[in-house]
């Protein structure tokens, strides 16, 4: 039972996301939240306090629905933007004319993981824009370290055109999970106009919904 943080620049004036995993992390956060709410002027409003505890605990069970099993964190690279929005969790790259990107992404555990999970996608605003992007199997520094390479086998790869997306939720993790992804992705075309590639809830899916877990945003200081 564990709590992970993970920075970036999340939605809601966030710079952090904090990972709430296990079942007694996040009854001591609702019993907080409780507390907090119900407490008020000195007396205590417990119908207040159930109604937002209600609030709070379906919208954390959505959350762990919706998250993948064993969530893909930033490790080494071109570091994307950490949205949140919703119950969804995007990995953002910023795409200038030309430019390309390379990015480590990590497991958070894994061993019994089947398939990849998430989308891919590219954004709006950019109608010429043309992007190849590749999802590699492995850590490159790791992988040189030990002789190995994977870098004929991606896992998933294509070009997009603007808005063009791809589900992750059947490409099979073989012949075992990696404890990292490498992700790249280039500009191909000539446009003087930014873009954007979005990782909508990266990771592994493996059987059942995974460890207990949400997250939520940290107001900037």
């Known amino acids: 039972m564990t709590m992970m943080r993970a920075t970036g620049t999340a939605a809601m004036s966030a710079s952090d996301v904090v990972y709430v995993e296990g079942w007694i992390p996040a009854v001591l956060i609702f019993a907080f939240v409780f507390a907090y709410v119900a407490y008020t002027d000195g007396g205590w409003n417990i119908a207040a306090g159930v109604a937002v505890l209600v609030v709070s605990g379906l919208f954390a069970f959505l959350m762990w629905r919706s998250l993948t099993d064993y969530p893909l964190t930033y490790k080494d690279g071109d570091r994307p933007t950490l949205n949140v929005d919703g119950t969804g969790l995007y990995q953002v790259w910023d795409l200038a004319p030309g430019a390309s990107v390379s990015t480590v992404l990590e497991a958070d555990g894994g061993s019994d993981a089947e398939k990849l999970a998430g989308t891919v996608r590219l954004g709006h605003g950019c109608e010429a824009a043309r992007v190849r992007w590749r999802i590699g199997a492995g850590d490159p520094a ?5 002789g190995i390479s994977r870098a004929d086998a ?3 790869s294509g070009t997009f055109g603007e808005g063009e997306r791809r589900g992750l939720g059947e490409v ?30 990266p990771g592994f899916e493996g059987p059942g919904h995974g460890a207990f877990r949400f997250v939520f945003p940290v107001p900037s200081e």
């Open 142 to 146: 790791d992988e040189s370290s030990a």
């Open 154 to 156: 991606p896992l998933a």
């Open 172 to 201: 099979p993790l073989l012949p075992e999970p990696p404890t990292a992804v490498l992700l790249t992705a280039v500009r191909l075309d000539d446009a003087t106009c930014d873009t954007t590639l979005t990782w909508e809830n």
